[in-house]
């Protein structure tokens, strides 16, 4: 960790918050996630002056206005690339991209995924709510197909993508979700601080305002446990109000629910390893209302970072060349000598 | 300079001499021509190392094609290097050759246009078969050695290259494919030995390139052994009249290197990160023809350089923001589609006023356009091209060596004004070489870079010193925490204002803080008389052209004066009062009339455009035309004119 307290000034939540006015919609599920991150950043002892949040554009692109950090507030679609730039300038710096699902994966797409495969050592948090809000209300890459909007008053024709299987396939070492009001998402946060690489966490997040209740199923009370699957490595795959059901293998490959009881046992059902990619892909592409959707840790791997591995082709290059200086810059290849008596 | 009537056929100014004896001759253009296979770039290169070690002026220009591999043989395929080496200075490559080396039809074909009348045609006979001349699109049984014209108006030598090669190398055991490789050693050999130069210096060259380097002994031997044979056949075989001298120049004295643009480039930024005491983060993506500034800047992580290959023009430009944003000094390198895709990021930076240093190395557009050939398109774009009230610094390039102090100026200004700056480069400086008198390390000025601590007090991010100039605050210093980004600024606080006074207040900052650096800039470098009858204003790589061609008017007679702008945006403080005192002025651009455009707006001044836009940089007597008839007030109304076409043929009746 970059970021570990190096003095005895313990900071509290309230102390990353920053003098601006947070000015989300009331009751928009941004708040939740804000505090969550305030909150652990203080359990984690992280400081102001070693943390960035960079953002694009959207409603979530606000939040590095919130926090008292340092903070970079980009253009749309392109705070991977500018979090690129600050992390491999300064690797010493806890850097922490906040996305949306349009900034993200629509405008901002290509650089997310090469964001994810070069594995900086950095965060990013995808606040998904399936809807552009800042525009006010067009359908947006992972609105579900027929959604109608001011865009798409006929539906959208567009087929969604799935966030974390955009994910996997773009390499990434480590792949979470969460949702804005779900009790475990300080953990899974938690989990990504902690992750040395790219961390990469789908938030749902409702937007009250125009795709109010997409995600009522992970996130209401009474449903969530029924719906929604937590992942724990090591562990077999059991959700439900009861904790009765679980997910087994069936015979074509694919995992199907079962119920827990005479003639299916714990022994019987898959148990999570996040380290097998195929295993958290298949995860990935469980949806609603079929199959639990699940929250947790899909995938979670150690590799090596770009910064690093850059930082370390300098040391080699310094190593076999020098350390270069101006004379060593310019007077090499093939240079020659003018005398003041040539004719 | 260019004599229709001079009798020697491989260059300018020749005193008599017998045909024993070499000629002396004050300048000399070669132009290396074949297929792209055919090793001519490397030719022209080790002719130019070996003229300047000589003590040679030289000027280099490569035209290569865009296709990495056209089909062998054809017109599309041909890949030149020129070369003008001289015992005076020069500022141009030359505007006609007086030998051209042509490897097969195709190479005749392309080329033949830009010999001067008179001039020497050097062909490589073997490879004249009747397909290769179809290849060329020579057809019905037409072979342009036979041609009757071709021969009264040019002296064309016939050498079997290619089969001479063979024999060359017969014992060596190499195969046919392998040796003809060496073709082009035998072409540098030759013509060694027509302008009477040593080879030594390529002999080692080559032991050391192929022997060493690649450790190939034997295909340095075959080379070397290639490069002696035709030394020798040149002074055996008897088939040229004359032999050619060009004395050593008087230049500088000094430590010298011969450099192209885009190397200048890099070793120019990776200067201003070692002066200011930061380290170069230059992010990228490949595009011709800048993307030898990322290849070079790869090649020197020692300088503690970070090179990025981002995945899209945007991605460069964004991650050298955020370098820049963390302390260390951000630069992206493009041509002019990568420069409209960074556009926006381009506003970002004028936004959050972070230094970053924008390279353009301009090509024929618009869109694709000609990639591979030169242009001055991009003016305009790096003016204006942005949303919004806009400004950043311009600055452009003169010459290949310029490339250096002109990136390190762009970056200089960058951190000390927190302004992105855009360097003007373009293909002809890009890839064009000239000898370079290395600076002293020592006479380099730093970059003083200040960043600030906390004080105590709340922390102003859009606070400015007296040049207007905000502070560069670092990540990772404690009580400096502090948000900045895209959307308008309150004066001061750097808090997000949506005020209305504000923003036009602060529209006004940032235009002021562009405006301040005319203060530092230094007084215009007038060549020429004052008051003259003509003004002839140039920016960017017409420099070479313009200058050799205004010091031939004035040797000639003709009351001319011509300044070069390294500035753009700013302009100096005296240019307006330059331009005030001329009634004539005249601005070769090569583009449609952009500076034009902006001198007439900005000073009410009636300039007028000479403007090529043909891929091609201008010829000196190109612009002579136009001093012409500028000054004869032949001009007419018209606010440009293309320049007039030659006919290198037509001319020796």
């Not at chain 1, 059902?269 to 639990?292: G, S």
């Not at chain 2, 105590?456 to 925490?481: I, K, M, N």
Request: proline share 6%; hydrophobic share 40%.
């Amino acid at each position: 960790m970059a970021n570990e307290p190096t003095d005895s000034i313990v900071l509290k939540p309230k102390d990353f918050a920053s003098d601006q006015e947070v000015r989300w919609c009331p009751g928009c599920g941004d708040y939740a996630i804000l505090n969550q991150v305030r909150k652990l950043f203080a359990k984690l002892g992280k400081l102001r002056e070693k943390s960035v949040f960079v953002s694009g554009i959207g409603c979530s692109s606000r939040f590095p206005y919130y926090m008292e950090t340092y903070g970079f507030h980009g253009i749309h679609g392109r705070a991977p690339a500018i979090a690129t730039g600050i992390k491999v300038a300064n690797p010493e710096l806890d850097v922490w991209i906040v996305t949306g699902d349009g900034d993200g994966l629509s405008i901002g797409g290509n650089h997310l995924v090469h964001l994810m495969r070069r594995n900086l050592n950095l965060n990013v948090l995808l606040f998904n709510n399936r809807i552009y809000g800042l525009t006010k209300g067009q359908y947006s890459p992972t609105s579900e197909a027929g959604k109608v909007t001011k865009s798409t008053p006929q539906g959208s024709i567009d087929m969604p993508l799935n966030p974390l299987s955009v994910a996997l396939a773009s390499e990434a070492s480590f792949v979470a979700r969460g949702a804005d009001v779900h009790k475990k998402l300080g953990e899974i946060l938690e989990r990504a601080a902690r992750h040395k690489g790219t961390s990469f966490v789908e938030i749902y997040q409702d937007c009250n305002i125009f795709n109010h209740g997409a995600f009522a199923y992970a996130t209401q009370r009474d449903v969530r446990e029924d719906n929604t699957l937590y992942l724990e490595h090591g562990k077999p795959l059991i959700f439900g109000k009861d904790r009765n059901k679980g997910l087994r293998m069936a015979s074509c490959g694919k995992p199907e629910v079962v119920e827990l009881g005479k003639e299916v046992s714990e022994q019987d059902l898959l148990v999570h390893d996040e380290t097998e990619e195929c295993f958290a892909y298949m995860l990935t592409r469980m949806y609603q209302p079929a199959m639990p959707e699940v929250m947790g840790v899909l995938y979670c791997v150690q590799d090596n970072c770009y910064e690093d591995l850059l930082i370390d082709q300098v040391a080699r290059a310094q190593a076999a060349k020098g350390v270069g200086d101006l004379r060593s810059l310019l007077y090499a290849g093939d240079t020659y000598e003018v005398t003041p008596d040539s004719p | 300079m260019s004599d229709p009537h001079r009798s020697n056929p491989a260059g300018s100014e020749s005193s008599a001499a017998d045909s024993a004896q070499p000629q002396n001759l004050t300048a000399a253009t070669v132009r290396f021509a074949g297929d792209s296979g055919d090793g001519m770039q490397l030719a022209g290169m080790r002719f130019t190392d070996a003229s300047a070690l000589l003590g040679n002026d030289v000027a280099t220009m490569p035209d290569y094609p865009a296709e990495i591999r056209a089909p062998a043989g054809s017109v599309a395929g041909v890949s030149g290097f020129q070369v003008n080496f001289a015992a005076q200075d020069i500022f141009t490559p030359g505007d006609e050759v007086d030998a051209l080396i042509a490897m097969n039809p195709a190479a005749l074909k392309a080329n033949l246009q830009d010999v001067r009348a008179g001039g020497l045609i050097l062909v490589n006979e073997s490879d004249f078969t009747e397909s290769n001349l179809v290849k060329a699109g020579y057809v019905d049984g037409y072979n342009p050695l036979d041609d009757e014209e071709i021969n009264a108006n040019y002296q064309v030598t016939r050498i079997p290259i290619s089969r001479l090669t063979q024999e060359a190398l017969a014992s060596s055991g190499l195969s046919t494919k392998d040796a003809l490789r060496c073709r082009n050693m035998y072409v540098l050999g030759l013509i060694f030995w027509l302008y009477n130069r040593p080879i030594d210096v390529t002999v080692a060259y080559l032991e050391d390139y192929f022997g060493k380097k690649k450790n190939l002994p034997e295909v340095a031997a075959a080379n070397i052994m290639v490069l002696r044979a035709g030394y020798n056949f040149g002074d055996t075989a008897r088939l040229f009249t004359h032999r050619y001298q060009v004395d050593r120049a008087v230049i500088p004295p000094g430590t010298y290197r011969r450099i192209t643009g885009n190397e200048a480039v890099a070793l120019g930024l990776i200067a201003a990160a070692q002066l200011s005491g930061k380290s170069l983060v230059y992010c990228s993506y490949p595009i011709t023809p800048a993307s030898e500034i990322l290849h070079s800047l790869a090649t020197r992580k020692q300088f503690g350089v970070k090179t990025i290959q981002a995945e899209d023009e945007i991605a460069a430009v964004c991650a050298a923001i955020g370098a820049s944003f963390a302390g260390q000094i951000g630069c992206t390198g493009t041509s002019g589609p990568g420069l409209a895709l960074k556009t926006e990021a381009v506003g970002l930076a004028v936004m959050t006023e972070l230094p970053l240093v924008v390279v353009d190395v301009q090509r024929a557009g618009p869109s694709t356009g000609m990639p591979t050939k030169t242009e001055q398109g991009d003016l305009l774009q790096a003016l204006y091209g942005r949303s919004g009230e806009c400004p950043v610094v311009v600055l452009a390039a003169r010459s290949p060596a310029d490339c250096f102090d002109t990136a390190l100026e762009a970056a200089r200004l960058a951190v000390q004004y927190m302004v992105p700056v855009i360097l003007l480069s373009d293909a002809y400086l890009a890839n064009g070489a000239e000898p370079w008198l290395l600076p002293d390390p020592d006479s380099l000025e730093p970059i003083l870079v200040q960043h600030p601590r906390a004080n105590g007090d709340r922390f102003q991010p859009y606070s400015r010193d007296p040049r207007g100039v905000r502070p560069w605050a670092l990540p990772g210093t404690p009580g400096l925490e502090h948000r900045i980004g895209g959307l308008e600024k309150q004066d001061i606080t750097g808090d997000v204002s949506y005020e209305a006074a504000n923003h036009q207040l602060m529209v006004e900052r940032r235009q002021r803080k562009i405006d301040n650096i005319a203060e530092i800039l230094p007084a215009l470098e007038v060549c020429g008389e004052e008051p003259g009858d003509l003004l002839v204003v140039g920016w960017g790589s017409t420099f070479g052209a313009i200058r050799s061609a205004c010091q031939q008017a004035r040797a000639r007679g003709q009351r001319i004066t011509s300044v070069h702008l390294r500035h753009l945006n700013p302009f100096p403080r005296d240019l307006g009062p330059l331009l005030s005192r001329f009634e004539r002025i005249l601005v070769p651009e090569l583009n449609a009339g952009q500076l034009r455009a902006v001198l007439r707006e900005r000073f009410l001044v009636d300039a007028r455009g000479l403007n090529k836009i043909q891929g091609q940089p201008f010829l000196i007597e190109e612009i002579l035309d136009a001093v012409d008839l500028m000054l004869d007030d032949r001009w007419g109304d018209s606010l440009s004119r293309a320049p007039v076409a030659r006919n290198r043929t037509a001319k020796r009746g």
